[in-house]
């Protein structure tokens, strides 16, 4: 399912934690909007976003140092979150997995709703 939602106009967040997380976006585009929000809070977080870098947040996929291992697995909720950082529109496949790599560290990780795969990374 393709989850998108414009910038320009961001929902508002729901109190209750079954519509924000358990819902059919599956908590993206809470994540999406509190990135957002975190855009505002935390200018120099966003400015690493903006530049490509793949920031420790709260959920799994930030990288803040170099790794030995190939690949890292983090969670489509992560990318959600970064684009919002960046004052992106929504836009996150949850059938796809995508990979980025960090441009500060080189280190590439995957995204993915996967949760064996998130599971068996750790």
Not at 38 to 54: F, Q
């Amino acid at each position: 399912m393709i989850v998108t939602h414009s910038a320009l106009n961001p929902p508002p967040i729901s109190e209750d934690y079954a519509v924000r997380m358990e819902g059919p976006d599956k908590g993206l585009i809470n994540a999406w909007v509190t990135g957002l929000a975190k855009r505002m809070d935390a200018p120099e977080l966003a400015a690493k976003a903006t530049a490509g870098e793949l920031p420790v947040l709260p959920f799994r996929g930030g990288v803040d140092t170099t790794i030995k291992t190939k690949t890292k697995v983090g969670h489509l909720l992560y990318v959600a979150m970064w684009q919002g950082l960046r004052g992106e529109d929504l836009h996150v496949d949850t059938d796809m997995e995508l990979s980025m790599t960090c441009t500060r560290t080189g280190v590439p990780v995957l995204y993915t709703m996967d949760f064996e795969k998130l599971r068996n990374s750790a």
